[in-house]
């Protein structure tokens, strides 16, 4: 990626060359002030006036009296005036006019000084829009061909996501017959390292256009106005290459929910992120231009990128399970020398919750010490080495740190919520049961609820807050009450919204009759305990109906969470053999 910030290069240069001048300047002019004739310098010295003499090479030297006053004088360069110096009882100093005593924090103050009025020039500057026009960037265009949709392994669903917009860029004709609407935008959202900048180079590539990257971290902090004008300079550029495949990794940088507005300086922010919306709306649909835009987090974007006709494709890029981690270890391993005993499978098992960038970088640092042993082979022993490497350079909170005993937890947890919803709503379509974690949380099942249901009855809602405490009953049968631990809340906040609904407006309970309780809290007349007591004695009745399923189908419970662990992700074929 050509990620060359002009400007940020500009400023330091300037900088230096100023405090070099200025240092200089400084002290040139404090010679001038001091400067003796060398012939009132010799009378001094015969008079024994003087205490130091600094030997150089520069035009003139530096003098000090024995009353510590300091001058200077011409630089004689005769062949015996050290000698001579010395002769005389001085002390003769050789490298450089000025200690480095004095020079250092002379130096360094000048550096302070410039820097800050700098400083405080640009910052004036920059509330002035367009005084200053710094909008070019480095985009040069890159062309890729080595990276197709075989350079990327696993993450399958992303993978033909990506790949059906090849036809929209290489064919766009074909879609504008039908008049139909082709995606400008695409987000590509997932932990760090999965993949997504890859994906959308291999969208290029396979599609045969120019690829052209940024980051939105590029746009920020910079005066107000360029960020702007960087993003019409990099679709123009674009444009006039035709059709294209225009990267934006960091998106959030520029396009974080414009709320909370107490960084004072999203000014700029505002006008990059306006300049993207107004290009994206600007080309023709049936160019081919594609903007791909790459984040870890989608929750936190503005809607008004997520709106239709701009980033209206969400595709999500998750961490690797067991089987594409093998892949990918496969991948990375291809063009080296990999020796017999290296059990990839094995490894791929060792690696929960890498992404494909570790896998990457695990494989990297075995092949570094392989050849630091000059052995002829990667071998497992390298591979062993390795893995404390990269587990050892990794943050805290990475997830690889997570314990065997988590791993059950998350197993035990989903194979919960698993299992009662295919024993007490067979219709819901459990299509993939993960312990892998994605963006919505710790692990995660799929369900496909029918799509053609207008109405939802009493009892399916019940049934949705059942599945949602599978989860905790089957963490507490099998660990026991004091081991549950904080992994149920985002169930416990869906149960909660579910029943509280029903209550509040859907009048599904005796006890609190058929009333909208909005309606009555505006009138300050609503009778919270009771809610709080119909909830309560619900969410019991219901938890102890999900834990007694769980004690009679313990069995199933078990081969559903062995086979999460040994797998990580199983489908619904897998399921449908076990629930059987
Ligand atoms: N699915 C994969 N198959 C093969 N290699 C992968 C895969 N995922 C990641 N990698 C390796 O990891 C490297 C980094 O991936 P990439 O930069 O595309 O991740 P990213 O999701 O864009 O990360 P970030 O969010 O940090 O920008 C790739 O160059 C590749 O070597
Ligand atoms: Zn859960």
Request: proline share 3%; with cysteine.
């Amino acid at each position: 990626m050509n990620k060359i910030k002009k400007f940020n290069f500009i400023l330091p240069t300037l900088v230096i060359i100023l405090t070099i001048a200025s240092f200089f300047g400084y002290k040139a002019s404090k010679n001038m002030d001091n400067m003796i004739p060398y012939k009132t310098f010799i009378s001094e010295v015969q008079n024994g006036n003087v205490s130091d003499v600094y030997l150089s090479d520069s035009e003139r030297i530096k003098v000090i009296l024995k009353n510590k006053k300091e001058l200077f004088t011409e630089n004689p360069r005769t062949l015996n005036f050290k000698e001579y110096l010395l002769l005389k009882g001085i002390k003769v100093h050789e490298g450089g006019a000025v200690s480095p005593y004095e020079a250092v924090p002379t130096a360094i103050l000048l550096t302070v000084i410039v820097a800050t009025l700098i400083y405080f020039i640009s910052r004036k500057t920059s509330s002035n829009s367009g005084a200053f026009k710094l909008s070019t960037m480095d985009v040069s265009p890159e062309k890729d061909w080595e990276i197709s949709f075989d350079s990327i392994a696993g993450n399958l669903e992303a993978k033909e996501s990506v790949r059906e917009l090849v036809d929209f860029i290489k064919n766009p004709e074909k879609f504008t017959k039908y008049n139909a609407r082709m995606p400008r935008g695409v987000i590509l959202y997932g932990p760090p390292g999965t993949g997504k900048t890859l994906m959308a180079k291999a969208l290029a590539g396979e599609a045969n256009v120019p690829f052209y990257a940024v980051n939105g971290s590029d746009f920020v902090q910079i005066y107000v106005g360029v960020g702007a004008g960087r993003i019409r300079d990099l679709f123009k550029k674009a444009r006039e290459k035709g059709k294209a495949v225009i990267f934006i990794d960091e998106i959030d940088a520029i396009g974080k929910k414009r709320d909370g507005r107490a960084d004072g300086g999203s000014d700029e922010r505002d006008q990059t992120l306006n300049a993207l919306l107004a290009e994206m709306s600007g080309f023709k649909e049936s160019q081919g231009i594609i903007v791909i835009a790459a984040t870890n987090r989608l929750d936190v974007l503005d809607e008004a990128l997520l709106r239709p006709g701009r980033f209206d494709r969400h595709i999500e890029v998750g961490l690797p399970d067991v089987n594409a981690r093998h892949e990918i270890l496969k991948l990375h391993c291809k063009s080296k020398p990999i020796a017999d005993d290296v059990d990839l499978y094995k490894i791929a098992q060792m690696t929960v919750y890498f992404s494909g960038a570790k896998l990457e970088n695990l494989v990297n640092e075995a092949a570094i010490l392989a050849a630091r042993e000059n052995s002829q082979f990667i071998n497992m022993n390298h591979f062993d080495l390795s893995y404390g490497i990269v587990l050892a350079g990794a943050e805290k909170k990475d997830r690889s740190f997570i314990k065997e005993n988590d791993k059950k937890i998350t197993a035990y947890h989903e194979a919960g919520h698993a299992l009662i919803s295919k024993l007490i709503s067979p219709e819901n379509h459990v299509r993939k049961v993960t312990i892998i974690p994605s963006t919505k949380g710790a692990g995660g099942y799929t369900l496909n609820i029918p799509p053609d249901r207008i109405y939802h009855t009493k009892t399916q809602l019940l049934n949705n807050i059942k599945v949602a405490l599978g989860g905790r009953a089957a963490e507490e049968l099998v660990f026991g009450k004091d081991n549950i631990t904080t992994g149920a809340s985002g169930d416990i906040e869906n149960a909660t919204n579910t029943l509280l609904a029903m209550i509040k407006y859907y009048g599904m309970f005796d006890s609190t009759g058929l009333l909208n309780y909005n309606i009555l809290d505006k009138e300050g007349i609503s009778n919270n305990a009771a809610i709080v007591e119909v909830c309560n004695k619900t969410i019991t009745e219901l938890y102890k109906e999900v834990f007694n399923i769980l004690v009679e189908n313990k069995t199933k419970l078990d081969s559903l969470a062995n086979m999460l662990l040994e797998e990580e992700t199983i489908y619904d074929e897998q399921i449908e053999k076990i629930i059987a």
